[in-house]
């Protein structure tokens, strides 16, 4: 018998954009894009865990106040790739899909 596989979804969030700051954050349609992205990407069947990685609190804030899993990475990142990489570190997965922060009309398949 073969083992599944575990997958994690991570969705890397910058708070500090330079053509949009607060890009996350922006409302869509009564809630902030991180929710929408979020709440798209949890109706993926292929995914095990989901995860929201950040170094801004408004960010980490908004996440949890929907119920959402996050984590708080280190500020000194220069790309989401890297701040995937500090959140797997602490997890037990087979494979991680970086699932970006600014696609709220993603598709869940």
């Not at 910058?14 to 902030?32: A, E, F, V, W």
């Amino acid at each position: 018998m073969t083992k599944k596989k575990f997958i994690l979804g991570v969705i890397p969030v910058r708070y500090n954009s330079t053509r949009l700051p607060g890009k996350p954050l922006c409302d869509i349609c009564g809630k902030p894009m991180v929710q929408r992205v979020y709440e798209i990407a949890s109706l993926s069947t292929l995914l095990d865990d989901l995860v929201v990685a950040t170094d801004d609190q408004r960010v980490f804030d908004a996440v949890t106040a929907f119920g959402g899993k996050v984590v708080m990475t280190s500020s000194d990142h220069m790309t989401g790739s890297d701040r995937i990489a500090e959140v797997v570190g602490s997890y037990h997965c087979d494979y991680v899909l970086n699932i970006q922060g600014d696609e709220p009309l993603l598709i869940p398949e």
